[in-house]
């Protein structure tokens, strides 16, 4: 299996949606954007929480490439702003790790 970051720096969006998500990353809230995007509960860790919003984004971009009505332009945004969130912890996990 494809390491989590590898699978992200593969993903090829319009740099209109990427840009919104990096503008929104600053205000990126763990707990209150992973309980609205993934439901109440305990919160996945940072590995776990990633593969389930790279599963979540993928659906989003098939709908938003196939011109499906039901296709959320602000949920997009909302879930790569959290991606990036998440990855930004992942990377930050890993670098304690090795020092």
């Avoid at 990353?25 to 389930?52: V, W």
């Avoid at 949920?75 to 996990?93: F, K, P, T, Y």
Wanted: proline residues 4%; hydrophobic residues 40%.
């Amino acid at each position: 299996m494809q390491d989590l970051l590898t699978m992200l720096t593969t993903l090829s969006r319009p740099r209109l949606l990427i840009r919104a998500a990096r503008h929104g990353q600053s205000t990126y809230n763990r707990d209150s954007h992973l309980q609205r995007i993934l439901g109440y509960g305990s919160l996945p860790r940072p590995a776990a929480a990633l593969l389930r919003l790279i599963e979540l984004e993928r659906d989003l971009e098939e709908q938003r490439c196939t011109d499906d009505a039901g296709y959320s332009l602000p949920r997009h945004v909302d879930l790569l702003i959290a991606m990036m969130g998440e990855a930004e912890l992942l990377q930050a996990n890993r670098a304690s790790h090795l020092v």
